[in-house]
């Protein structure tokens, strides 16, 4: 699907991106720039310094209510119940069957108040999602689609607390990591969380869309003595590559179940009662039959999205994201494969047109940050 | 970033410079400003044969693949090494040290028809 540019969504953000000579494309119905000095760069500033993502297309869900904890542990498959309040958990939304409706991240406002954010190009769906659930078993709570309230901006990487804390009278080092609070920053009344997507220390933070500009401004003046670097959508996912995190439409979808994705760690079967729990309690019986796995290339090409992989010069699963590792130096992804051969140490072919390349399969993350 | 006066561009960005019966062919600044940083590049063989508006290669971006076409016919008699090993040279020195592939050519090339830089200059101002 092609969209006029006209008939795209803009974030707060978008002139600023404009003036810093951001490269706009499409994105899930969005304007957003997929580089500004280039992918390489600003992966790296985010590895060694600090680098700056608008994030405001993302959306945000709100559960108010008496019941608003139950029906997010209903909804939810981690445990929503064992959050304190100002607490965060990665978690996901399953359908009934048990395959993803996104992947989320759940945060404790207040015992009767959850804050959810979502991917982009899921917000509708996931709203519906929720509410449908809620009605089915008569949750008392709110659901409230929130995104066009918030902006958002991520501040990510080794330096990424020294900027962000010149903006903030909030203590960021208390903030522990996954840990969120309400404060101020920027001048502008913020929920400053210690979440990120890429692998590095940092922080996602949510303000009104009138604050972004500001917000961003001055975060680019902070972060100027680190050699702060705009970041787009092409090292967002370079760094989110090599920290092994999920992508929706690539490693989860809705016809992949949480166990064939490696994400068994987010799904609390002994919660109680959730949605997609008693098709999982059926896969859990009868095992997967592929799994999830990290590979690199061995031969020359790169293993993109979408290609075909072989195992004993058969086809036996595909590539769900691929591309060059600028931090390790190699050309690295992720594969479905049967479950047997999904561990690492097992050699592959990718087929990158039409030629069969080499490639093992690895442990993952390919990258972790130093503590 | 000059373009040289002796080279001719196609409409798919690319450059070829022909000295008697041997071309010399490349991607154009312009290109590889649009692709981004180049981590891999993709050469035919040495021997091959290249056909006037077919691809001979590819170059890929952090995120993307790129067909690269021919101007002109002939056989491959050198290719870039370089590019093999540092492909980031691509985004340093697209008309000089960056090119991708020499050609012994078949015939007199119809390279006529492509634009002389200042043609292919106004042509991506305008683009």
Known sequence: MSLAVSELRRTPLCDIHCQMNGKMVEFGGWHMPVQYAGVLREHHAVRTGVGLFDVSHMGEIEVIGPDAERLVNFVSTNNALRLKIGQAQYSALLYEHGGFVDDILVHKVSDTHFFICVNAS???????????????????????????????????????????????????????????????????????????????????????????????????????????????????????????????????????????????????????????????????RTGVSRKLVGFEMRGRGIGRDGYEVLVDGLPAGWVTSGGPSPTTNSNIGLCYLPVHQAQPGVSIQVVVRNSPVDAVTVATPFYKREK | ????????????????????????????????????????????????????????????????????????????????????????????????????????????????????????????GAE
Request: negative net charge; aromatic residues 10%.
């Open chain 1, 122 to 284: 899921n917000q509708w769906k996931d709203f519906e999602h929720i509410e449908l659930m809620k009605l089915k078993d008569g949750f008392k709570a709110d659901v409230v689609f929130a995104s066009e309230r918030y902006a958002q901006i991520a501040v990510q990487g080794p330096k990424a607390m020294a900027t962000a804390q010149k903006l903030t009278s909030t203590d960021l080092s208390s903030i522990r990591y996954y840990w969120f609070r309400d404060g101020e920053f920027a001048g502008a009344p913020a929920r400053i969380a210690r979440t990120g997507y890429t692998g590095e220390d940092g922080f996602e933070v949510y303000v009104e869309p009138e604050a972004a500009g500001t917000v961003w401004n001055a975060l680019v003046q902070a972060g100027a003595e680190f050699g702060i670097e705009p970041c787009g959508l092409g090292a967002r996912n370079t760094l989110r590559l090599e920290a092994k995190m999920a992508l929706y439409g690539h490693e989860i979808t809705a016809t992949i179940n949480p166990f064939e994705a490696d994400l068994a760690w987010i799904v609390k079967m002994d919660k109680g009662d959730f949605v997609g729990r008693d098709a999982l309690e059926k896969i859990v």
């Open chain 2, 1 to 124: 970033m000059t373009y040289p006066e002796t080279y001719r561009f196609t409409k798919e960005h690319e450059w070829v410079h022909v000295e008697g019966s041997e071309a010399t062919v490349g991607i154009t600044d312009h290109a590889q400003h649009e692709l981004g940083d180049i981590v891999f590049v993709d050469l035919p063989k040495v021997g091959s044969a290249v056909i006037k508006g077919h691809t001979f290669a590819s170059v890929e971006s952090v995120k993307a693949v790129s067909d690269i076409y021919s101007p002109v016919s002939g056989e491959v008699s050198v290719i870039n090494d370089l590019l093999q090993q540092t492909p980031e040279k691509l985004n340093e020195d697209p008309h000089g040290q960056a090119w991708l592939i020499k050609v012994t050519l078949n015939a007199t090339p119809e390279i006529n028809e492509l634009m002389q830089a200042a043609d292919y200059q106004k042509y991506i």
